[in-house]
Nanobody
Framework: QVQLVESGGGLVQPGGSLRLSCAAS????????IGWFRQAPGKEREGVLC????????YSAASVKGRFTISRDTAKDMVYLQMNSLNAEDTGIYYC??????????????????????WGQGTQVTVSS
């Protein structure tokens, strides 16, 4: 069964850090671009970071640049999202997903592009004191 499962969410104080994990099963991540998206209450899902499989190019939302990093362990079919200097605006449900090979601006900005999928169930991140 092809699926992605996120973990690592939780409650963290402003300024704190979290590392989210995304485990792939039923397929290899080797030839896929990885996308992390998030959805805050009452808002549309948005792209956070996207990592292409072949050229190492990374797309990042302006709001997370310098604070969030994406990495992958291809041997384990795992993807990670390291989040530092968290603030209340980072609160939301975080999802990982994939698309073939590359990520680029147009698809990064459209979470409902049919090329994205499967999606994980999401993991809740709450930044609050």
């Amino acid at each position: 069964q092809v699926q992605l499962v996120e973990s690592g969410g939780g409650l963290v104080q402003p300024g704190g850090s979290l590392r989210l994990s995304c485990a792939a099963s039923g397929f290899s991540l080797e030839r896929y671009a990885i996308g992390w998206f998030r959805q805050a209450p009452g808002k549309e899902r948005e792209g956070v970071l996207c990592d292409s499989s072949n050229d190492g190019s990374i797309y990042s939302a302006a709001s997370v640049k310098g604070r969030f990093t994406i990495s992958r362990d291809t041997a384990k079919d795992m993807v990670y999202l390291q989040m530092n200097s968290l603030n209340a605006e980072d609160t939301g449900i975080y999802y990982c997903t994939v698309r073939p090979y590359v990520c680029y601006g147009k698809v990064f900005s459209r979470w409902n592009d049919p090329s994205w999928g499967p999606w994980g169930q999401g993991t809740q991140v709450t930044v609050s004191s």
